[in-house]
C-alpha cells in the first residue's frame, strides 16, 4: 500500500508546484477566504498553506491521508460542473507517502483541534491542538525518499516560477479568495479576494500592464465571454501570458488562445502575442471532461463557434480606435 501510494504519487506529484496546487485546491473546497502559500527552497524544504477554511474533524483526519478517501461527491460532470475541485481522495495519502506532513486542523464545532505528523505514509502522532478555524499543512522534505524524483527537479529558480505560475492562475480563477504567497520571507504575490479581476491581474503583472489591459465582452447562444486583453502594443515572446478560465478553471486550448491572437490580426507582429485573460462560461456539457484530470488541455464542443466568436469580441474591442 505505501509502494501503491509513491506509485500514485508520481502521477499526482511530479513537483513543488503540483504540492501547491493541490493543497491550495483542498482550500478553496474548504471554502477559504483567505489562503496563504508559504515556500522555502522553491518549496522543496518547505511548502505550506494556511487557510481559513471549515476545517477537518479530527476523527477524519487519518481517513484524509487515505487514498480514495474524498469526502466530495463525485459524477463525472463535476469537474467542471460543481464548485468541488478535488474528487479523486488522492492528493494528501499521495504526498504524505513522499514527504514529511504536519496537517493542523480545526472546525468551528469540534470542541478541540488536531495537529497530525505522517512521514512517508506512516503516523508518527496524532495530538490535540487548538487554533483558528481553518487548516494548516506543512510539506517537508519533499522526495526525501524518492530519490529519482529529486534528481529530476529543475534548479529552484524554475521550480519557483513553476509555483508562482500556478498562484497566478489560481488568483485569476478565484477573484473572491485573497491568497499571499510568501518565497524565502518575501511576498510574491498578493490579492485582496474583492473579486476584481482586473485587480488581480495588475497584482501578477503590475499596475502598467493592468492599464495597457481593454475588457471584453461577447456572447451567443452557447458561450459567454468575458476578460481582458492587453492592447497591441503590450506583447510577449510566448503565449503564457494568456490566461484561459472555462467556468472558472485554468485550461490550455489551443483554438481558443489562437482565436484570441487572431482577433489582434495585423495589429500583431509576427512571434509576439498578446497577455490578457479570457473567461469562457459555458455549460459544462460542451465541456470535454473525458481527459486525465491532471491535464489541462481539454477539448471543447462547438470550437469552431467559439472561436468565431472570441475573434469577434477582441476586434471589436479594438474597433474604433487607431492603434
Ligand atoms: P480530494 O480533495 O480529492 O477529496 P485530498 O486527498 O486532496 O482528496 O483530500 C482528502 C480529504 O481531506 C478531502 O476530501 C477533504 O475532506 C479533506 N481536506 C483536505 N484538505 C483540506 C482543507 N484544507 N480543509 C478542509 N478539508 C480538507
Ligand atoms: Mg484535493
Redesign the pocket.
Known amino acids: 500500500n505505501l509502494l501503491a501510494n509513491q506509485i500514485a504519487a508520481g502521477e499526482v506529484i511530479e513537483r513543488p508546484a503540483s504540492v501547491v496546487k493541490?493543497?491550495v485546491?483542498?482550500?478553496i473546497?474548504?471554502g477559504?477566504t483567505q489562503i496563504d502559500v508559504i515556500v522555502e527552497e522553491a518549496g522543496e524544504s518547505l511548502i505550506r498553506?494556511v487557510?481559513n477554511?471549515?476545517?477537518?474533524n479530527p476523527e477524519?483526519v487519518p481517513?484524509?491521508?487515505t487514498r480514495h478517501?474524498?469526502?466530495?461527491i463525485s459524477n463525472r460532470h463535476d469537474l467542471f460542473n460543481i464548485m468541488?475541485?478535488?474528487?479523486?481522495?488522492?492528493?494528501?495519502?499521495?504526498?504524505a507517502a513522499i514527504s514529511d506532513v504536519t496537517?493542523n486542523?480545526t472546525t468551528q464545532d469540534a470542541p478541540s483541534g488536531i495537529m497530525y505528523h505522517i512521514k512517508g505514509g506512516k503516523q508518527v502522532s496524532a495530538t490535540p491542538a487548538n487554533g483558528r478555524r481553518?487548516?494548516v499543512?506543512s510539506v517537508r522534505d519533499l522526495f526525501y525518499n524518492t530519490p529519482a524524483r529529486l534528481k529530476y527537479l529543475k534548479r529552484p529558480q524554475t521550480e519557483l516560477s513553476r509555483i508562482a505560475d500556478i498562484m497566478n492562475r489560481i488568483a485569476l480563477s478565484y477573484t473572491n479568495v485573497a491568497f499571499t504567497v510568501t518565497s524565502d520571507g518575501r511576498n510574491i504575490l498578493q490579492t485582496n479576494g474583492d473579486g476584481n479581476q482586473q485587480r488581480v491581474i495588475a497584482a501578477i503583472y503590475g499596475r502598467d500592464v493592468a492599464q495597457k489591459m481593454r475588457s471584453i465582452a461577447g456572447e451567443d447562444d452557447d458561450f459567454n465571454i468575458t476578460g481582458f486583453v492587453s492592447l497591441p502594443e503590450l506583447t510577449r515572446g510566448s503565449r503564457d501570458y494568456l490566461t484561459i478560465l472555462v467556468n472558472g478553471r485554468f485550461i490550455k486550448n489551443f483554438s481558443v488562445s489562437n482565436a484570441v491572437i487572431r482577433g489582434y490580426g495585423s495589429k500583431l507582429m509576427v512571434g509576439r502575442f498578446p497577455m490578457g485573460v479570457i473567461n469562457i462560461n459555458t455549460d459544462p456539457l460542451l465541456v470535454d471532461v473525458n481527459v486525465h484530470p491532471q491535464k489541462a488541455e481539454i477539448r471543447l464542443s462547438k470550437e469552431t463557434e467559439l472561436s468565431a466568436l472570441i475573434i469577434d469580441t477582441v476586434k471589436s474591442c479594438f474597433a474604433d480606435e487607431n492603434l
Do not use: C, M, Q, W
Open positions: 493541490e493543497l485546491e483542498n482550500a473546497d474548504a477559504a498553506v487557510d477554511g471549515e476545517g477537518i477524519d481517513l484524509a491521508f478517501a474524498t469526502s466530495k468541488s475541485l478535488g474528487f479523486r481522495g488522492e492528493a494528501l495519502p499521495s504526498i496537517l486542523t481553518g487548516t499543512v
